[in-house]
């Protein structure tokens, strides 16, 4: 064996093995042999153990054993079916998949048809969409399966043809002769379909061969998305599925025990119905209303008089948790010899919102239930939904929707269950959307954290690097997709600590010859005290902002420039590679005015290696903007990103992810907050948390995909978040000449919106739109 055949993970092509099934036309499917190394567990360092096994290889592997349930259906027209085992929530892996097809095929990309699969609870663990894992889990399958698809086809064509299979050539879905004879793919599905399962040892194109992975492709779905055409939850059309919606209590998770004014909101126009909703583990509750038109609802909410119970954590407020979170601190190693550089850094509650509010259609009647929304762990919502309204399972449909943005937010099936309950309650089908204003103060939100950092150094060396990260409790309990794992973290008290354990300890590293290295989290609360989900990047943005920012302070205690500090001790060289890339790029230690300045920072993460240069404006005259209703602060004005992936099958969607990255980054260093106030979040809309606005957009983004360098898919949908949080932190610490401690840095100053009331929970819908466009 050569080691160009061995991958990351010990997983050799003559381990990969497809197969034909049984089928009216040509169906494949991919099948690996033996699937790991054994020496994976003795492999696993001490004080690093995610340089040698992260958490996308527990994804990948946990998805490998129900592989071969997957298949590529070749059509009777010639063109392939695929159904992805995961949720397209704008990421582009409908795209990346078919891409991977169509190469592996010989056909035109317009000819691979990807759609979304309903929950298939054979899959077990391979219907989990998270940690930016998709195509790194089924790059190699789909390979497998289209090459074996293919392969069939083209032994079919031979039989035709009377040639031997190697002289044939495919080019867009025909096979051709040496003599110019062809036959399509449409000729050959049925001759080439097997009554009987078959193994088959499929041939790979070499990368020398492939002319659509890595290469700039526009979005499959592209031209629906721009002309309305593509269907959210929200777009369909189920039978008497009327809109409903929550009225929610004034503080998190509080109860809904009774209506005042019951038979006047019931009486009002298009109300059909008005029920109360009771609290469970997996229904916030409050009192529903069904009506005829959003409208309506939001109209009836707002009338409603309701006497509520109060939530776990009224009363509280930023400084309780924080008092919380410092209390519970983990102490840090026995300081050694030399220089020591300490700083704890906090990080507020940040919404976890995306574009699409919660939505989900449910009809529940008659023993059986029928639910449409964005999953991302669609089996685990199937099971939990049946198991939760005493329907067989075998009478409960689930089906994944597009989804409008996910943050993280859709491993959360917290619409499908409200939904479903509801409608079961009302005997009624329900459109149910949350407000804007419900998503903000009741949705999941990124947990509060602290992380304090030491670094010990001596003699040009660096000795120990500490840090201790303390944080409520991030709540995995609906992410894992699998029953009994969601059961197991669900128990009382357990507060999901081996979850969240596993996920720190496999994704926070610290990229550099730093000694001996410890880092330790502890969480505070059961995870279900606040409404918290792994928002985007889980725990990288903040340990990695507040490790990149104490190198800086390294840097600047050893005499040395943050750069050429960072080259002389990263550990990687694909780290090495990209910093040296954007260091270039980015023209780093270029001459800039007073107020402004640059900042560096990379990441290692999802099989990848990145880094970022931002350069910030911090002068008066661009943080006292005068904008209205809106935080103008510190002005980022370029960013330079450099990422590698491994082998990035899309340029233009991984750019459009690293974009998307970093403005997630911006946002949350300098403006993106929530702030608890006696038990709820005062912020109730976009408008209040002040995410990256077109006024705060970089005029100059430059997005730079390294060549491929292992050959394999890795992550792309979560990784521009924590390089670009701490490039933009690093930036303003050197700008302003102090290190920030608290993000985003603008939640201790002046509020800067009007709260809107808690009751009624929603505002009124705006009705200045005109008057605002002008």
């Known amino acids: 064996m050569t080691a160009g055949e061995v991958g990351e993970r010990g997983i050799t092509r003559r381990r990969m093995v497809g197969y034909l099934i049984a089928a009216p036309t040509v169906v494949a499917a991919a099948r690996f042999g033996l699937v790991t190394e054994q020496a994976k567990a003795a492999g696993i360092p001490t004080v690093q153990p995610v340089d040698h096994y992260d958490l996308s290889d527990i994804l990948t592997e946990a998805a490998l054993p129900t592989m071969p349930l997957l298949k590529v259906t070749v059509n009777s027209d010639g063109s392939a079916s695929f159904e992805l085992p995961r949720a397209e929530v704008g990421q582009g892996i409908t795209t990346a998949s078919a891409m991977t097809i169509a190469d592996e095929m010989d056909l035109p990309l317009d000819r691979v048809h990807v759609t979304l699969a309903d929950a298939r609870p054979e899959l077990v663990w391979n219907q989990l969409t998270g940690g930016s894992n998709s195509m790194h889990a089924l790059y190699e399958p789909l390979r497998v399966a289209a090459a074996v698809a293919r392969g069939q086809l083209v032994q079919a064509a031979a039989d035709e043809l009377n040639v031997l299979a190697p002289q044939l050539s495919v080019k867009s879905g025909v096979v051709t002769a040496p003599d110019g004879r062809s036959l399509s793919f449409a000729d050959l599905t049925q001759k080439a379909a097997v009554s009987k399962a078959t193994a088959v040892t499929p041939k790979l194109k070499a990368a020398s061969a492939q002319t659509i992975v890595g290469t700039e492709q526009r979005r499959v779905d592209a031209l ?13 059309q189920v039978p008497d599925a009327l809109p409903t919606m929550l009225c929610r209590p004034p503080t998190i998770n509080g109860r809904a025990l009774a209506v005042h004014n019951l038979s006047a909101v019931k009486a009002m126009p298009g109300v059909t119905d008005v029920a109360i909703v009771e609290h469970n583990q997996f229904v916030q509750g409050g009192v529903a209303v069904r009506a005829k038109t959003f409208g309506q609802c939001i109209d009836a909410v707002r009338a409603l008089e309701v006497k509520w119970a109060p939530g776990p954590v009224d009363g509280k407020s930023d400084a309780d948790v924080l008092a919380d979170l410092e209390k519970n601190e983990l102490p840090l190693t026995p ?60 009478r409960t449909t689930v089906h994944v929707v597009e989804g409008g943005g996910s943050f993280g937010r859709h491993l959360f099936c917290d619409a499908a269950f409200e939904a479903a309950w509801i409608s079961k309650q009302l005997g009624k089908p329900v459109k149910l959307m949350w407000h804007r204003t419900d998503s903000f103060r009741h949705g999941r939100a990124h947990p509060m954290a602290t992380s304090r950092v030491r670094i010990t150094h001596a003699g040009g060396n660096v000795l120990a690097y500490d840090q201790r990260h303390t944080s409520v409790a991030t ?45 330790l989290l502890n969480e505070i609360y059961d995870f279900n005290t606040f409404n918290t989900s792994s928002v985007r990047n889980v725990y990288s ?116 992810q690293m974009m998307g990255g970093i403005m997630d980054g911006i946002a949350q260093v300098l403006s993106y907050g929530l702030h608890l106030e006696k038990g709820a979040y005062l912020e109730g809309s976009w408008d209040n948390a002040f995410y990256t606005r077109q006024w705060n957009v970089p005029p100059e983004v430059d997005v730079i995909v390294m060549p491929p360098t292992t050959g394999k898919a890795g992550g792309a949908g979560e990784f521009g978040v924590g390089t670009s949080m701490a490039a933009v932190a690093c930036a303003y610490a050197r700008a302003t000449g102090r290190t920030p401690t608290s993000f985003p840095v603008n939640h201790d100053g002046p509020l800067g919106f009007e709260p809107y009331p808690t009751s009624p929970p929603i505002p009124q819908s705006p009705t200045n739109d005109l008057e605002l466009a002008g």
């Open 335 to 394: 300081k050694l010899p030399g220089t020591t550089i300490e700083e704890v850094f906090t990080f507020h509650f940040r919404p976890g919102d995306p574009l699409e509010t919660n939505c989900a259609v449910a009809d529940v009647r008659g023993g059986s239930a029928e639910i449409w929304s964005s999953l991302k762990s669609p089996i685990w919502a199937k099971e939990q939904i049946a198991a939760s309204l005493g329907i067989p399972l075998d």
């Open 475 to 519: 709540d995995f309990t609906q992410g894992i997709g699998e029953l009994l794992s969601s059961m197991d973290q669900s128990l009382p008290k357990q507060n999901s600590l081996q979850f969240s354990q596993t996920v720190f300890m496999l994704t926070a590293n610290v990229p550099y010859n730093f000694g001996s290295v410890s880092q």
């Open 224 to 236: 629906a998305a721009v002309t309305g055409r593509k269907q959210f939850a929200m777009d369909l």
């Open 541 to 656: 943005p903040n340990v990695t902002t507040a490790t990149e920012l104490m190198v800086d302070r390294l840097a600047q205690s050893m005499g040395k420039d943050p750069l050429a500090l960072r080259r002389e001790f990263v550990r990687d060289e694909r780290l090495a590679a990209v910093l040296d890339k954007v260091a270039s790029a980015g023209s780093w230690g270029r001459p800039m005015p007073p107020g402004t300045a640059q900042g560096v920072a990379i990441h290692k993460e999802y099989k990848g290696a990145s880094a970022c240069i931002a350069e910030i404006d911090c002068r008066p005259e661009t943080v006292n903007r005068k904008v209205r209703d809106g935080y103008t602060g510190p002005r980022v004005t370029r960013v330079v990103f450099v990422v590698d992936v491994g082998l990035p099958i899309n340029p233009l969607g991984l750019r459009a």
